[in-house]
Every structure is written in structure tokens, then in C-alpha cells.
């Protein structure tokens, strides 16, 4: 089983719509959450960085983590067509970072 | 200031070839993370660097890849006897200590093609 799974979608929404991204993992003693943003051939970048239960909220991203479930996921709204890339979710373990295969948003004008 | 670059952007090899691909981390960035990022995937951890040490490599696959980092700056990724298989897109990322919560500052990448 891997540390953590992803829908890779891709998923495709109209400009304005809120958008679900989610992801599972497998261990229960994984505290530190990432959610990173992915543009063609760049690097990934930071977007959210959670370590609780709970919400955490930067602008139109809320990042939200249930580990009774060992679910995590990253809601975005009023979804510009500038959100349109590969969003990967990443646990923290020591030292190594898990990612998630990462799921391709298209948000349509 | 100046982010994570690398070098070379793209390299095209043939099978059983020696590579060296390059990461020049943010100045004064003690913490340097290599992954790996194959099509339609996340990224691999590979190694990590605290200073000049390889403070975890156990995510190399096997003993083809190697890393240095000898003055804990720049790094260098080597993989002797490319395969096919190891054509990907190899990341690497810089934070200021390794801690925990730090950001991870990534770089372009890489894209490796082994003919």
C-alpha cells in the first residue's frame, strides 16, 4: 500500500466553481501535511502546510485534514482559469516527503 | 532572490551512458532534496542532504545513483549505466534546515531521456 493515494483526475471545472481535491494516506502516525501546485514543466510549489485536525484557510485555498479517516483534502474557490495545473498532496515522515501521483485541474473561462 | 536552479534543463543519453546532473540550491539553504518524477507520478524521494552529509539516501533504487554535495552548496546526482527506466524528471529542492515546516523550494527540474 502506498503512503498516500490520489485521484489523478483530471478534473475539469467552469471559472467560479469550487473545486475538491482529495487524497488518503495509511499511516496514522502522519502529522505534517502538504499541498503543493504544479505548473507544465515546473517545479512544485508550497501552497499549504497543515500539521492539526481541522481547516486551515489562505485566500480562495482551505486545506482540511480529518485523521480519524486519514483523509486530507484542498478545497479551492471561485476557481480562476490561473488555477489551471497538477495539485499533489504530500505527507512529511522524518526526513522523506510522500507525494501523491497528483491530480490535473482545468478550470475553464 | 535567486531560486533552485538546475542543470542541464533537459538531457537526452543513450542506454548504459554516465550522467551528472546538477542542483545549485538558495544561498545559505542547508537542508537539499533530490526526487525523482516520472510521467503521470509524484515525486520520489531520492537522498537528502544536511551540509555536506547524505543525511537519508535511502531512496536511491539501487547503486547507480549516487549523490555528493562536497562543500554543502551544490549537489550532484550521478547515474551510471542509464537505463531506459530511469528516464524522468529529476527535482530538486533546497530549505533553509531541514526542520520540520520549513518550505521546500523546488526547482525546475531535469528531464532525463535514456534512448
Known amino acids: 500500500q502506498k503512503e498516500v493515494e490520489q485521484d489523478p483526475g483530471p478534473l475539469s471545472v467552469p471559472e467560479g466553481a469550487i473545486v475538491s481535491l482529495n487524497c488518503t494516506y495509511s499511516?496514522?502516525?502522519?502529522?505534517?501535511f502538504m499541498w503543493y501546485r504544479q505548473y507544465s514543466r515546473k517545479g512544485p510549489e508550497l501552497l499549504m502546510y497543515t500539521y492539526s485536525s481541522g481547516n486551515k484557510e489562505d485566500g480562495r485555498f482551505t486545506a482540511q485534514v480529518d485523521k480519524s479517516s486519514k483523509y486530507i483534502s484542498l478545497f479551492i474557490r471561485d476557481s480562476q482559469p490561473s488555477d489551471s495545473a497538477t495539485y499533489l498532496c504530500a505527507i512529511q515522515a522524518g526526513n522523506q516527503f510522500y507525494f501523491g501521483t497528483g491530480t490535473s485541474l482545468t478550470v475553464i473561462p | 532572490g535567486a531560486g533552485v536552479s538546475q542543470t542541464p534543463s533537459n538531457k537526452v543519453t543513450e542506454k548504459g551512458k554516465y550522467v551528472e546532473l546538477r542542483c545549485d540550491p538558495i544561498?545559505?539553504?542547508?537542508?537539499l532534496y533530490w526526487y525523482r518524477q516520472s510521467l503521470g507520478q509524484g515525486p520520489e524521494f531520492l537522498i537528502y542532504f544536511q551540509g555536506t552529509g547524505a543525511a537519508d539516501d535511502s531512496g536511491l533504487p539501487n547503486d547507480r545513483f549516487f549523490a555528493v554535495r562536497p562543500e554543502g552548496s551544490v549537489s550532484t546526482l550521478k547515474i551510471q549505466r542509464t537505463e531506459r527506466g530511469d528516464s524522468a524528471v529529476y527535482l530538486c529542492?533546497?530549505?533553509?534546515?531541514?526542520?520540520?515546516?520549513?518550505?521546500?523550494?523546488f526547482g525546475p527540474g531535469t528531464r532525463l531521456l535514456v534512448l
Open positions: 499511516n496514522s502516525a502522519f502529522q505534517y
Open positions: 544561498s545559505g539553504h542547508t537542508a
Open positions: 529542492a533546497s530549505s533553509i534546515s531541514g526542520s520540520r515546516r520549513e518550505t521546500q523550494y
